[in-house]
Nanobody, 122 residues
Framework: EAQLVESGGGLVQAGGSLRLSCATS????????IGWFRQVPGKEREGVSW????????DYADSVKGRFTISRDDAKSTAYLQMNSLKPEDTAVYYC???????????????WGRGTQVTVAS
């Protein structure tokens, strides 16, 4: 059974940093694209970033480019999202997901974590 577990969320002041982790098991991590998404209550889930396996490509939503960095450690089957220069509008529940497509479309991802709350205070 595929499992993804996010950690590293919390409360931070605007301008601060957080590093989210996505620990996975139950599937061949190297074969999958790992995506990060976020959702605010009452709004649609938003794609933040993805990273492919083997020869990693990455992509970011315009809203986080230059501030967030996605990475992965295939030996640990874990992905990361380094978030710098955080803004109050980054407040959301952050989810990691695994799929086969290099796109920020949540309908294309097969496995999901339960999310971790990130709150950025102004």
């Amino acid at each position: 059974e595929a499992q993804l577990v996010e950690s590293g969320g919390g409360l931070v002041q605007a301008g601060g940093s957080l590093r989210l982790s996505c620990a996975t098991s139950g599937f061949i991590f190297d074969d999958y694209v790992i995506g990060w998404f976020r959702q605010v209550p009452g709004k649609e889930r938003e794609g933040v970033s993805w990273i492919s396996g083997s020869d990693p490509d990455t992509d970011y939503a315009d809203s986080v480019k230059g501030r967030f960095t996605i990475s992965r450690d295939d030996a640990k089957s874990t992905a990361y999202l380094q978030m710098n220069s955080l803004k109050p509008e980054d407040t959301a529940v952050y989810y990691c997901a695994a799929g086969f497509f290099k796109l920020l479309r949540d309908d294309l991802y097969d496995y999901w974590g339960r999310g971790t709350q990130v709150t950025v205070a102004s």
